[in-house]
């Protein structure tokens, strides 16, 4: 994926464990997320102080890395190049069989390809924005080793804020097969005007609404937010900014614990108690 990914530096035979999505169950799941920096000794300096990430390279260069945590791939970090026009942020990707094909439904649905597809020594990615400008990938290819493991665990969720839930929902879908009768796709509910998407019935990304013609986040357009679990929010704050990072919004209620930030880069992420994202209706607790 743009801004590497977890199997890039083994592309070997497959094995049992390193599943492709091409025959792989959760697709249409968000499978990566991947951040486009400008300085990557930099970034991984503020993560792994904030996250307590440790970082291993890739095949692609010195320009990629992959964090762990925990020894679990989480993320990708990358200095692509300056020809792709990325802009310095994270970017989520979902798993498609094909990733032409799914390019070619975004740009049928008004939606915009920004980049790709493009190959990959694993695999096949584009970057795409919908029809609000929210930005995210679908890749297509080998996913992280123990992928099934890794999808019981998973080591971040993601969360679109809209105004129109209900139409976001259905452009995704039709992009990536949630809810139809594809075998191993995502389940979709809804639930007081927000959209659950779970993977193998755990909560994996949440649509929520928002006020019409009103900013979601102050200063940004429609995005989705990749939320990363920490033990103790309060101290990953203030980690961040100690290391050059501005707190943008801090949540704090009977459902959730949590604070959007940017690093020093610009790029915009989330933290949340480790206890997971504020319950969907009807869950009593998240996996």
């Known amino acids: 994926m743009i801004g590497s990914h977890p199997q890039q530096e083994t592309p070997r035979r497959r094995t049992a464990q390193q599943r492709s999505t091409t025959d792989a169950t959760g697709l249409g799941a968000p499978c990566w997320a991947s951040l486009s920096t400008r300085d990557l000794a930099s970034s991984q300096k503020f993560y792994g102080a904030v996250l307590g990430w440790t970082f291993r390279g890739t095949d692609l260069g010195d320009e990629f890395s992959v964090a762990l945590y925990d020894g679990v ?51 096949r990615a584009a970057v795409a924005a919908d029809r609000d400008g929210a930005r995210f990938g679908v890749w297509q290819g080998r996913l992280v080793a123990d992928w099934q493991a890794w999808r019981e665990h998973r080591p971040w969720w993601l969360d679109l804020t809209t105004a129109k839930p209900f139409e976001a929902a259905l452009f995704y879908g039709e992009i990536l097969d949630w809810a139809s009768d594809r075998p191993g796709c995502c389940e979709v509910g809804y639930e007081h005007d927000d959209v659950v998407l779970r993977d193998d019935g755990r909560v994996a ?18 995005r989705w937010n990749v939320h990363f679990p920490v033990r103790d929010v309060a101290a990953a704050l203030e980690t961040a900014v100690r290391h050059g990072g501005r707190v943008i919004e801090r949540r704090i209620s009977a459902r959730e614990d949590g604070a959007t930030l940017r690093d020093p880069g610009g790029a915009v992420f989330c933290v949340a108690s480790a206890t997971g994202p504020p319950p969907a209706q009807g869950d009593d607790e998240w996996p």
């Open 205 to 222: 990304a949440l649509i929520t609404a928002g006020a019409e013609n009103s900013e979601i986040l102050p200063g940004y357009g429609p």
């Open 73 to 123: 791939p989480t993320a990708g970090l990358g200095e692509p190049s300056e020809a792709l026009h990325i802009a310095n942020d994270w970017t989520p990707y979902f798993a498609v069989p094909d990733a032409d094909v799914a390019a070619a439904r975004i740009r049928e649905r008004m939606g915009t390809v920004a980049v790709g597809p493009i190959d990959f020594p694993i695999g």
